[in-house]
């Protein structure tokens, strides 16, 4: 493929791919986030949003080699060295590819915070990112036993090499996922 694939073309290969909802909303939200990154920094928006798009695409058929056999994929389906680097540095402790560029930060710093954000909306009675403030997050950021699965360290990690501040990030990262509220299923329930 001598073009760069297209987002229709990515979100092709992760419906194929992935059954899942919320792991298709997961990646839908990294996308955004990692979009939003990329205007900020005055990068290439397509390729980091492709990156936040197929990151996971392989998880649910090969939860135990992530991101490997994807990334194979990735490179047969003639998607860009950088966003098949940055899929494989945001697995570092399996590929053994550091975050290296400014499109590997930003991947690595957007993709656990959004399964945080996720949660912290889903538990308010709106169950929604609409209404949700970066301070909420924080204080659910510091209860390890609320979304036991994010890990704290790698996220302060993450957000440390992108170079931001947490609370800043958290914000940021809210206000990229309401721009795609209703794709997420977080844009709320009415009042009964």
């Known amino acids: 493929m001598s073009t760069v694939p297209t987002r229709e073309d990515a979100l092709a290969l992760v419906h194929q791919h992935v059954a899942s909802e919320s792991l298709r909303r997961h990646m839908y939200s990294v996308e955004a986030a990692c979009r ?43 998607y860009p060295d950088e966003v098949v680097h940055a899929v494989q540095a945001h ?30 909306a889903l538990v308010r009675p709106s169950r929604s990112v609409m209404d949700l403030e970066a301070k909420s997050v924080l204080k659910k950021f510091k209860d390890r036993q609320f979304a036991a699965g994010v890990d704290r360290d790698e996220v302060r990690h993450a957000v440390e090499a992108l170079g931001v501040d947490l609370a800043e990030h958290v914000d940021f990262v809210i206000q990229a996922m309401r721009g795609i509220a209703p794709a997420l299923g977080l844009q709320g329930t009415p009042p009964a």
């Open 36 to 78: 939003a990154y990329a205007r900020r920094f005055g990068e290439d928006e397509h390729r980091f949003g492709l990156a936040g798009l197929v990151h996971d695409f392989d998880y649910e058929q090969h939860p135990d080699d992530h991101p490997l056999p994807g990334v194979e994929m990735l490179r047969e389906r003639g």
């Open 91 to 120: 697995y570092a402790a399996r590929t053994g590819v550091a975050p290296t560029t400014v499109l590997d930060r930003t991947l690595c710093a957007c993709d656990e915070v959004t399964g945080l954000i996720t949660a912290a």
